[in-house]
């Protein structure tokens, strides 16, 4: 019997190659997202694969999320694999300068989109003693830089949810882990710096950064172990990344 997978952020980067990888390996897919036309793109690419079901909805929103997993058709009501990707940076300032509405965006998505989330699927996997959870992290959750703050606090949150989730859901049999990366090429810089693209693109000049692809066979190779092994905690860097500040550059 195949095993679906729940990925939310699945319209771009890590989450997008990760339904992509899946589809391959035959897993099914509920994909989660705010852009409709991308979802209808990827169902339409996946589903020669494997089944695909499709739901839009904001996961800052406690009421949609529960409104939209409660929508789920009974072919898709079983969810083996959460992956708890979707997230965002939302610029780059002191703690000083910081944006009120940047921090509640970073706080509503990264922690309280995740716990909406999990909160909603957990009961089924516990009624069968059976899943496994995998939130995405960052190389963020584990130290702090500059100008970082909120962000790096949200990511802080994760690396203790990831922690207690696991300890509360153990009596279950219920897998819970992170994959924490590092620089990786997607769309987060371009949010981050909000649609400034020549900055965005000179934060992965002069070295070859990590991509969505790496990091998608990272979390199906994570989901495929046999059951008694369970991928706690998992930090991912590119060559040249030795710390969130620390990157070798090629010298123009």
């Known amino acids: 019997m195949k095993k679906t997978a729940f990925i939310t952020g699945a319209t771009s980067g890590i989450g997008k190659s990760t339904a992509i990888l899946f589809a391959l390996k035959g897993i099914n897919l509920v994909l989660c997202g705010r852009r409709q036309e991308r979802l209808d793109a990827l169902k339409k690419e996946l589903g020669k694969e494997v089944q695909v079901f499709t739901l839009n909805f904001?996961?800052?929103?406690?009421?949609?999320?529960?409104?939209?997993?409660?929508?789920?058709?009974?072919?898709?009501?079983?969810?083996?694999?959460?992956?708890?990707?979707?997230?965002?940076?939302?610029?780059?300032?002191?703690?000083?300068?910081?944006?009120?509405?940047?921090?509640?965006?970073?706080?509503?998505?990264?922690?309280?989109?995740?716990?909406?989330?999990s909160k909603n699927l957990i009961?089924?996997?516990?009624?069968?003693?059976?899943?496994?959870?995998?939130?995405?992290?960052?190389?963020?959750?584990?130290?702090?830089?500059?100008?970082?703050?909120?962000?790096?606090a949200s990511k802080h949150a994760v690396d203790a949810i990831n922690q207690g989730m696991r300890m509360d859901l153990n009596p279950y049999g219920i897998r819970v882990g992170a994959v924490n990366p590092g620089l990786v090429e997607t769309e987060f810089s371009s949010v981050r710096f909000k649609g400034d693209e020549d900055r965005a693109e000179n934060v992965y000049k002069g070295f070859q950064p990590l991509k969505p692809e790496d990091i998608a066979e990272i979390i199906h190779f994570v989901v495929t172990r046999p059951y008694h092994v369970n991928i706690a905690d998992l930090t991912v860097m590119p060559t040249a990344q030795a710390s969130s500040t620390i990157v070798k550059k090629a010298k123009f």
């Open 58 to 117: 904001d996961i800052r929103n406690k009421e949609s999320v529960k409104e939209a997993i409660a929508s789920l058709p009974k072919e898709f009501s079983q969810i083996d694999i959460l992956i708890n990707n979707a997230g965002n940076a939302h610029g780059l300032d002191t703690i000083q300068d910081g944006s009120i509405e940047d921090w509640d965006a970073m706080l509503d998505i990264n922690v309280k989109g995740l716990l909406y989330v």
């Open 123 to 152: 009961p089924q996997m516990i009624e069968r003693k059976a899943g496994h959870i995998i939130h995405i992290g960052s190389t963020a959750g584990k130290e702090v830089y500059p100008k970082g703050n909120v962000y790096c």
